[in-house]
């Protein structure tokens, strides 16, 4: 098993859900995909999905929900079977 990095590509603050009063798009434990949404970026009131890239299971979010970003900074990691 590997453990994959799934990194911000953008500056901004990083979100957990699509608006404060909805579920969170993915929990810690959660099957994925690589079309798997696990949060959104806000740049400038501009959401950008960030997506899984990679089957497996979300073991960690490594921000915080609402935390800044920067790019290049690890967002959660996913165990894959590979």
Known sequence: MAKIE?????????????SPESDAFVQEGDQVSSQTVVGLIEVMKQFSELT?????????F??????AV?????????????
Request: hydrophobic fraction near 35%; charge should be negative.
């Open 6 to 18: 799934i990194i911000s590509p953008l500056p901004g603050i990083f979100y957990r859900s699509p």
């Open 52 to 60: 899984a890239d990679h089957q497996g299971t979300l073991i960690e």
């Open 62 to 67: 490594c921000v915080s929900d609402s935390s």
């Open 70 to 82: 920067e790019p290049g900074q690890v967002i959660a990691l996913v165990e894959t079977k590979e």
